[in-house]
């Protein structure tokens, strides 16, 4: 509990400047804050949980997560703890190798969510940094490692995306993803992050780059018992990919959660009527976004 709490005091602390990172997909400065919403609503559950059962901390947590999920980022964020859970989900406790190959599983779980993975993003740097970390757990620094190698692989980053290279900076999620473990890292250490709110950040890169047309919508929704036993993601998938992209689309027990860029929000949203009934739902224009942002400093 003192690790999650460290991990997202930290993430707060920092949260302006992964915004002033973010390019990709759209450069709509977000990411940090929403990355933040997500991973504050999942820890805050998880503290209120009594029990110190790592099986029953992840499980809150990860459920927590998955509700307050915002944004691409925040969303994939979710599905890196999810398969956490799923790894821990028989311990009360955890050991190095277990912690390590609960990374690998986080990775993969992430990786199946997103329709098609991009490289050089978050799920990058929790891949490498999973993989690499699970090849070190014969040492006892593997928290210290994870962070190490998850920091080298943001570097990197703007080797596998151009958009990166082109205005100078690393992945906004990825970085995001960075400061959570060095949280997590600072309570095992014994000197836990304390919240200080965002620090100031400096130029933006989204006044460098140009500003898309999509519209970007999430929404939550309850399955009924027979939709439970016939919703498919793959499917639903592949429908939304006929009006969106950047989709990332989970199903949890009766829950689902979907995140689409497209420039027919209402369609979208139609295909998630016929699937269940709506808990949450958003719509946001991110060219908007990005004109503010542009307005803002100039």
């Not at 269940?276 to 942002?293: A, C, P, S, T, Y």
Request: glycine residues 8%; hydrophobic residues 40%; charged residues 25%.
């Amino acid at each position: 509990k003192q690790m999650l709490e460290s991990g997202m005091n930290n993430l707060s602390n920092h949260s302006a400047e992964i915004d002033a990172l973010n390019v990709f997909p759209v450069p709509d400065g977000d990411t940090g804050t929403n990355m933040h919403l997500t991973v504050s609503n999942g820890v805050k559950e998880a503290l209120k949980t009594n029990s110190d059962s790592v099986k029953d901390i992840a499980k809150t947590l990860s459920r927590g997560l998955l509700m307050g999920a915002r944004g691409n980022s925040g969303v994939i964020t979710s599905q890196i703890f999810r398969g956490i859970y799923q790894a821990v989900e028989d311990l009360d406790d955890m050991d190095a190798s277990q912690l390590a190959h609960a990374l690998v599983n986080g990775s993969r779980v992430a990786y199946r969510a997103v329709m098609r993975p991009v490289e050089g993003t978050i799920l990058t740097v929790v891949r490498e940094a999973a993989d690499y970390t699970y090849a070190y757990t014969t040492t006892e620094d593997v928290m210290k490692k994870m962070v190490e190698e998850a920091n080298a692989s943001l570097q990197r980053t703007p080797e596998l995306l151009p958009v990166l290279a082109e205005v100078g900076v690393v992945d906004s999620g990825g970085k995001g993803l960075c400061v959570i473990l060095e949280g997590f890292l600072a309570a095992m250490e014994g000197h836990p992050v304390q919240l200080e709110g965002a620090k100031a950040a400096g130029e933006s890169a989204q006044a460098k780059v140009e500003g898309g047309e999509e519209e970007y919508g999430f929404f939550i929704l309850k399955l009924s018992e027979n939709g439970v036993r016939h919703f498919s993601e793959i499917s639903f998938k592949d429908e939304l990919a006929t009006i969106g992209n950047s989709i990332v689309c989970v199903q949890d027990d009766d829950l689902v959660k979907v995140h689409v860029h497209t420039l027919e929000p209402f369609t979208a949203i139609k295909m998630g009527r016929r699937q269940g009934r709506f808990i949450k739902l958003k719509v946001e224009n991110m060219q908007e976004q990005h004109d503010n942002i542009i307005e803002k400093e100039e």
